[in-house]
């Protein structure tokens, strides 16, 4: 892995307008942040339904337009071009979407949809049924794959096409999309694996998007936690994972616990909804259903600080080990 950023995201903002074409008529999806991605490293965004991920992710490959910021790739500033001149962009970045069978048409081959990207981006002078199988062996399905359906696969097959479909084109950057959405816990695994090998082997690096924690734990190097829009902790995934400082990470981890039966795991329970992005709170956006809020958490929103390689937005950030206050310590 390489310190030289290939992706460079700062201060994005991404904005919906509401009941008009005001300005003031809009809810911000995403509400300005930044990161990079390495060459070689997987980078993860983690978060609830509506934490304003998929969002960024589709801003990131140009199918959603920002409103505020700046996005850079392989040294290019490619926010705000149009779809012709990012047609280029994306032949070095992929999309694997989350749907791995609603993701492909019913209507083509395995061996269509994997070299669909050679027709689309106009390359010739390639023997596509020699590139399907090339893509299938490298996913690790079976040559003659190619001359079936999306309906006769299952999952976990559909999930390898999707995969061959993305680095057809020898991208540098892959952005999956809940990756192991809909799939088996074993089938899970064995994704996670190839994702990691195609890496290896390929040289890619990867954006992953996802509820799932675990997920990243086993494949990510550096993990960002959105909530609302924004980023409440990011940094190495050992660190994130090891020792949560932000209490929104600390009940997602709670929520998905390792399967060891030699551990305890106290969940700690969110009370209330996600608050709508048309009604943001006050202060910390978080304090309407964090446990361990104070009065201040009310009043004035957290800047991020720098711990080490973790940045943490948070008035009162978390001891390790820490758990929830009882009510009798809350009323107190």
């Known amino acids: 892995m390489s310190d030289d950023p290939i992706l460079t995201v700062r201060d994005v903002q ?13 809810i911000l999806g995403v509400a300005g942040v930044s990161f990079d991605v390495r060459r070689g490293e997987t980078f993860a965004l983690v978060g609830e339904s509506g ?22 790739f392989e040294g ?5 071009l149009d779809r012709k ?24 081959t395995v061996g269509d949809l994997v070299t669909e990207p050679f027709r689309i981006h106009g390359i010739e002078g390639r023997n596509l049924r020699d590139e399907a199988a ?34 057809a084109l020898d991208p540098a950057l892959i952005i999956a999309d809940e990756p192991t959405a ?37 494949v990510a190097d550096r993990t960002a936690v959105m909530y609302l829009g924004r980023f409440v902790e990011a940094g190495d995934t050992e660190e994130v994972f090891g020792a949560p400082r932000h209490p929104y990470t600390a009940a ?37 259903r964090c446990p361990w809020a104070q009065p201040a958490c009310s009043a004035k929103a957290p800047t991020p600080t720098q711990e080490g390689t973790r940045a943490v937005a948070c008035h009162f950030p978390l001891e390790p080990g820490a758990r929830p206050p009882t009510q009798s310590e809350s009323a107190a």
Do not use: W, Y
Request: proline share 8%; charged share 20%.
């Open 14 to 26: 991404v904005s919906f307008p509401v009941g008009g074409l005001r300005k003031r008529d809009a």
């Open 51 to 72: 934490s304003g991920k998929t969002t960024l992710a589709r801003a990131v490959n140009g199918l959603q337009a920002i409103s505020n910021g700046e996005i850079t």
């Open 76 to 80: 290019q500033r490619i926010d705000g």
């Open 85 to 108: 001149s990012m047609k280029p962009v994306r032949k070095r970045m992929s999309m694997m979407f989350q749907d791995p069978v609603g993701s492909l048409s019913p209507r083509m």
């Open 134 to 167: 090339r893509l299938l062996s490298l996913v690790g399905l079976p040559t003659d794959f190619v001359s079936r359906f999306p309906h006769q696969l299952s999952g976990g097959q559909a999930r390898r096409v999707g995969v061959a479909r993305a680095i």
């Open 182 to 218: 809909g799939l088996d816990v074993s089938v899970q695994g064995e994704v996670l694996n190839l994702l990691n090998d195609l890496r290896e082997r390929l040289g890619l690096a990867m954006m992953i998007i996802t509820h799932n924690l675990h997920v990243v734990h086993h």
């Open 252 to 288: 997602l981890l709670s929520a998905n616990p390792e399967p060891d039966p030699d551990k305890t795991h106290d969940r700690i329970t969110l009370p209330a909804e996600v608050p709508s992005l048309l009604a943001r709170p006050p202060g910390c956006e978080f304090h309407t």
